[in-house]
């Protein structure tokens, strides 16, 4: 079994973390060698089909990106990524585009909240952001994020709505870009707002 664990670990590792089914088998690791490390607690199984080694704690952004490559850390959760915020969001926020299927995802996942838009404006803002653990996952870029949490104000908790947009308008305001983003997502009245108020003088 020594040999199997090396050779199941050498896959999982250079696919970073989590290797899939498909490219276990290709490596010649059996379905039967794959169930005797889950049954001995050597590989975990991470989401449908994605494997990781049971003592390497993946990095969840990763694992939720590798669902779908439509999905984008978004609102608080891709501020947090950015520097923006202090502490990891309680709820990681995604956004994809309207007609998407992700209820495997939450199923898998109850710690995400989700969040539709149109589907010309899904890659609006659409940028790659590395996460702690040194992943590459897309996120919306700090003008798209603002934008939407002042479109989302209702759902979003006012201490982190609050902290977001004083420390944007405050510290690193693209005007030009946040004000032509907030005209294509309709808030440009409340960015203005927001901009004569924060923004110092």
């Known amino acids: 079994m020594d040999c199997q664990v090396s050779e199941i670990r050498a896959v999982i590792e250079a696919n970073d973390g989590i290797a899939s089914l498909e490219q276990l088998q290709k490596a010649g690791i059996s379905r039967m060698m794959i169930y ?3 049954i001995n607690g050597i590989i975990s199984k991470e ?4 494997y990781s080694m049971a003592d390497n704690q993946p990095d969840e952004f990763r694992i939720i990106q590798s669902r779908s490559g439509r999905v984008v850390f978004s609102h608080a959760t891709s501020l947090y990524l950015q520097g923006l915020m202090d502490t990891v969001p309680v709820l990681l926020d995604i ?5 998407d299927n992700v209820s ?10 989700f969040h539709y838009c149109k589907k010309d404006l899904w890659e609006l803002g659409l940028t790659q952001i590395v996460t702690p653990r040194g992943f ?6 700090p003008e798209r994020c603002i934008c939407d949490m002042i479109r989302d104000k209702k759902n979003i908790e006012t201490q982190i709505y609050a ?4 420390r944007y308008f405050s510290r690193q305001c693209d005007s030009q870009k946040i004000l032509e983003y907030s ?3 309709k808030v ?3 960015v203005r707002t927001y901009m004569e108020v924060l923004q110092p003088v």
């Open 188 to 190: 440009e009245s409340k």
């Open 36 to 38: 005797a490390g889950l």
């Open 136 to 141: 590459s996952v897309n996120a919306y870029d």
């Open 104 to 113: 495997k995802i939450k199923r898998d996942h109850d710690n995400t909240r």
């Open 95 to 99: 956004t994809v585009p309207q007609g």
């Open 47 to 50: 989401s449908h089909g994605n």
């Open 163 to 166: 902290q977001a947009l004083r």
């Open 183 to 185: 005209s294509q997502l």
